[in-house]
């Protein structure tokens, strides 16, 4: 199973990266941002992609956590590109993944405690890197395989 936590810690990377693009930004500004607009729904298919390879064991002992709408996200931003709601897009970026990087790094500290330590000590030396360099990228989960 320690490819599942990669797909989790996938979630929590791609969750982080999603706020870092949002960060201080108007939703106007970001739906006229194309850059962004895309860089979230690149990282929203990643997300979905990662759901994609949770086991139907977790899923059912996580039910609190919407995988099935989490994935329907993903196949509605990658088929249907070209008619994505926009509204909807940035309210799921801004209200859900939050509250879906939460709930996976619960299940990730008690499903893969050593996948979480690793990830928490990637954060940390990113976030010292960080406030040494402003426009040091995010660690990824290559880091931790």
């Not at 993903?74 to 939050?98: E, L, Q």
Request: hydrophobic share 40%; net charge negative; glycine share 4%.
């Amino acid at each position: 199973m320690q490819r599942e936590g990669l797909y989790l810690v996938d979630i929590v990377e791609a969750a982080r990266k999603i706020a870092s693009y949002l960060e201080g930004v108007s939703p106007e500004v970001w739906a006229a941002d194309s850059m962004r607009r895309d860089a979230v729904i690149w990282q929203l298919s990643i997300i979905g992609e990662a759901v994609g390879g949770i086991s139907d064991e977790t899923r059912a002992s996580t039910p609190e956590i919407p995988w099935k709408l989490i994935r329907g996200m993903r196949n509605n931003v990658v088929h249907r590109y070209f008619s994505v709601d926009w509204k909807i897009v940035h309210s799921a970026a801004t209200v859900n993944v939050p509250e879906l990087e939460r709930q996976v790094r619960d299940l990730l500290q008690h499903a893969h405690p050593d996948l979480f330590r690793r990830l928490e000590q990637e954060e940390s030396r990113a976030s010292a890197d960080s406030s040494d360099d402003e426009h040091t990228e995010p660690s990824t989960s290559s880091d931790l395989r």
